[in-house]
């Protein structure tokens, strides 16, 4: 290989590499607003005393999201047990809101 053709492999990683560190601190950021606006309607919602059944399926959907994904990284039954706790605690809640309870 011709130096050219290092350098040039080698600037394209460094890039791939900035790309990644980029998509994960958006990551945080969209986590951390998304966690900002549950707490704050969570706030409105108990002030009012309403039901919180919403927020409760968002914040479900959120967890099995994770549970999901740590099961098909680790394969662990942990994190399947938990999956499927959360996938029957999300479809209650999910069939309380469409009762309209």
Not at 79 to 88: D, K, Q, Y
């Given at each position: 290989m011709k130096k050219s053709q290092i350098l040039a492999a080698a600037q394209k990683a460094q890039d791939d590499e900035g790309r990644r560190t980029f998509i994960k601190n958006s990551q945080s950021l969209v986590?951390?607003?998304?966690?900002l606006g549950i707490i704050f309607l969570l706030v409105?919602?108990?002030?009012?005393?309403?039901?919180?059944?919403?927020?409760?399926?968002?914040i479900?959907?959120?967890?099995?999201?994770?549970?999901?994904?740590?099961f098909l990284k680790k394969h662990s039954l942990i994190?399947?047990?938990?999956?499927?706790?959360?996938?029957?605690a999300t479809g209650y809640i999910a069939w309380l809101i469409v009762k309209g309870k």
């Open positions: 986590f951390a607003m998304y966690s409105i919602k108990l002030a009012r005393q309403q039901s919180i059944n919403e927020l409760l399926l968002l479900l959907l959120g967890g099995l999201g994770i549970e999901i994904e740590g994190n399947a047990l938990f999956a499927a706790l959360l996938f029957i």
